[in-house]
């Protein structure tokens, strides 16, 4: 069991919280991070790894937070699934399936078109 109601209640435990890649930077609340050090991913598992670029150690990472160890596994997703709703997630928008679209048109009528000649 972990204590974090879901991946967005641990972020929401930590300051500065920015994406990332496929994860999160936050400040570490662990020690005096001007610029945030600390790096968290959630796994498709729910798996969480945090790690703290500054070398604090995860025990005292999860003691701020309010938890422990055992808090990083099995972490349910967020309200938005992977990402954090909170967070500026980045949604599938009407340009991006546009593109997707006269992509998919693109190499569909490259692929079909010289067979449609045959026939
Ligand atoms: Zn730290």
């Given at each position: 069991?972990?204590?974090?109601?879901?991946?967005?209640?641990?972020?929401?435990?930590?300051?500065?919280?920015?994406?990332?890649?496929?994860?999160?930077?936050?400040?570490?609340?662990?020690?005096?991070?001007?610029?945030?050090?600390?790096?968290?991913?959630?796994?498709?598992?729910?798996?969480?790894?945090?790690?703290?670029?500054?070398?604090?150690?995860?025990?005292?990472?999860?003691?701020?937070?309010?938890?422990?160890?055992?808090?990083?596994?099995?972490?349910?997703?967020?309200?938005?699934?992977?990402?954090?709703?909170?967070?500026?997630?980045?949604?599938v928008n009407k340009e991006h399936i546009d593109a997707l679209t006269s992509y998919v048109d693109e190499a569909n009528s490259k692929l079909h078109t010289p067979k449609a000649l045959e026939y």
């Amino acid at each position: 069991m972990t204590i974090f109601k879901d991946f967005d209640d641990l972020l929401g435990r930590l300051e500065d919280v920015t994406r990332q890649g496929d994860g999160f930077m936050a400040k570490c609340p662990n020690h005096d991070d001007r610029t945030a050090s600390l790096s968290v991913k959630r796994f498709e598992d729910g798996t969480v790894l945090v790690n703290c670029f500054a070398g604090c150690s995860k025990d005292e990472i999860l003691s701020d937070l309010g938890g422990t160890l055992a808090d990083l596994f099995e972490v349910p997703a967020g309200a938005d699934g992977y990402f954090s709703n909170s967070l500026e997630p980045q949604p599938v928008n009407k340009e991006h399936i546009d593109a997707l679209t006269s992509y998919v048109d693109e190499a569909n009528s490259k692929l079909h078109t010289p067979k449609a000649l045959e026939y």
